[in-house]
């Protein structure tokens, strides 16, 4: 199997399986001299890792990352990057195949167990092998890596949907995102939520979610025209995430339904004497390219396919059949796809980040 990478200057690939003995990921790109510890990942690996809420799958990992490769100790006792490849792991506690055992000649509805046997003929069907968001957590390891990249830029995002449920954006409160399981920012819309999910939960059903990520003080001029745009590479990653099914950048399809006049970012001049914008409809990126406002995504995540209530089927000799998936999952898989989505624009960014200082020499 190809394709365990992304990313061009910055560039990460991940390996590992949902039920193996540990995951991992090699970051190569990084610079040299930028101070980096298991303490700079840790923290945000603590926010993507299972089980810590009832909404969330009850499959317990302490996800503690191992630094194996790519940092040393300078003569100052501060450990710091070498610029050669960044190898991160984080071991496998919980893994419960048996959950699963029932399952491995049937195909799951809504997953990729199908494809994945017409693509390669075998598939791993313990939790779901490298198609299973357990990958993810590497992501996010590697979107802190990336975040050292770009200190100045602050990445963050919320959980804006759950099922048809919306948040009122006029509570938007930031710092209401780290006082409930949800990661949402507003307070009113988490109580309404965790009704909600509760009986999602009870059910043995599950609903999808809108996430929406925010990027601040990116850097004038990230991206390229035509075939290299901030736009296009930052799309690609967020659809990358496991059950994302749509992808939006700025107002995105809410574009269609304005004038021309409702929807251009009109400008200014600035105290600075630098342009500035009185709108941000296109979310920060223009031509491809960004233009120093808030960079603004917004991804779609499908209701998770591993639900108690069985779905008619077939088993990989042709015989029809209904299939109830057992095991831990999430009543709402776009919980945890929160930091997800941070760490792929981050990544995204530290690569475009690279990838122009290297054209321009900035």
Not at 96 to 115: L, N, V
Request: charged content about 25%.
């Amino acid at each position: 199997m190809s394709h365990n990478s992304f990313g061009h200057l910055f560039r990460v690939t991940t390996w590992g399986e949902s039920h193996g003995p540990a995951i991992g990921c090699v970051v190569d790109g990084c610079p040299p001299l930028i101070p980096l510890s298991e303490v700079d990942i840790q923290g945000f690996m603590d926010k993507r890792k299972p089980g810590q809420s009832r909404f969330t799958t009850q499959r317990r990992e302490p996800d503690e990352v191992k630094i194996l490769s790519g940092v040393m100790v300078d003569e100052d006792g501060v450990q710091k990057t070498t610029g050669t490849p960044i190898s991160l792991m984080v071991q496998n506690t919980d893994q419960r195949s048996k959950d699963y055992s029932e399952i491995k000649d049937r195909y799951r509805p809504g997953h990729a167990d199908y494809t994945y046997i017409a693509k390669y003929g075998i598939r791993d069907y313990r939790g779901g092998g490298r198609s299973s968001a357990r990958e993810t957590a590497m992501r996010v390891a590697a979107g802190a890596v990336a975040r050292k990249i770009l200190p100045q830029v602050t990445i963050r995002a919320a959980l804006v949907q759950v099922g048809p449920h919306k948040i009122n954006r006029a509570n938007w409160n930031w710092a209401e995102v780290d006082n409930n399981p949800f990661f949402c920012p507003d307070a009113e819309a988490a109580e309404q939520w965790a009704t909600y999910l509760d009986e999602v939960r009870k059910s043995g059903s599950s609903v999808g979610a809108v996430i929406e990520v925010v990027a601040e003080n990116v850097p004038v001029g990230l991206g390229a025209p035509i075939y290299g745009k901030l736009d296009t590479d930052l799309s690609a990653a967020l659809m990358s995430i496991n059950a994302v099914k749509g992808v939006e950048i700025g107002n995105g399809f809410e574009a269609a339904t304005l004038s021309g006049e409702e929807n251009a970012d009109e400008m200014r001049m600035g105290d600075d004497g630098e342009p500035v914008f009185l709108t941000n409809n296109s979310g920060g990126i223009l031509g491809g390219i960004s233009n120093g406002d808030p960079i603004v995504a917004r991804f779609a995540v499908k209701p998770t396919s591993s639900i108690l209530t069985e779905r008619k089927s077939v088993t990989r000799t042709g015989e029809e059949v209904d299939v109830m998936t057992k095991g831990r999952h999430d009543p709402c898989v776009g919980i945890r796809a929160v930091p997800v989505g941070e760490a792929m624009v981050a990544c995204t960014l530290a690569d475009h980040f690279l990838r122009h200082r290297g054209q321009v020499g900035d």
